[in-house]
């Protein structure tokens, strides 16, 4: 079973920035697309970025683009996303997902880790 693990959130102040990494366990996703998601509390799961297994075409959210940077060590895992000028309303629950397309749909993602909270303070 491929289990996902995400880390390095925290608590940061407005302006500051966090990188998350995603690492795979039981299994390998060199070909799979990574996303991340992140949901605050009392909303919905929303796409944040995505990655293919190849490296290319990084898709992001509206509400990120500019400030977020997602990449691949290589092509592979581990998944990294890099958060810089952080606002209080990046706060939330960040998951990271593997699937076969890259999609902002949540529902085509495979393998979801657990979640990490960031909260951005203002």
């Known amino acids: 079973q491929v289990h996902l693990v995400e880390s390095g959130g925290g608590l940061v102040q407005a302006g500051g920035s966090l990188r998350l990494s995603c690492a795979a366990s039981g299994g390998t996703l060199s070909n799979y697309v990574m996303g991340w998601f992140r949901q605050a509390p009392g909303k919905e799961r929303e796409f944040v970025a995505a990655?293919?297994?190849?490296?290319?075409?990084?898709l992001y959210a509206d509400s990120v683009k500019g400030r977020f940077t997602i990449s691949r060590d290589n092509f592979k895992n581990p998944v990294y996303l890099q958060m810089n000028s952080l606002k209080a309303e990046d706060t939330a629950v960040y998951y990271c997902?593997?699937?076969?397309?890259?999609?902002?749909?949540?529902?085509?993602?495979?393998?979801w880790g657990q979640g990490i909270q960031v909260t951005v303070s203002s």
């Open positions: 997902a593997a699937g076969n397309s890259r999609t902002v749909v949540p529902g085509a993602y495979t393998y």
């Open positions: 990655i293919r297994g190849s490296g290319g075409s990084p």
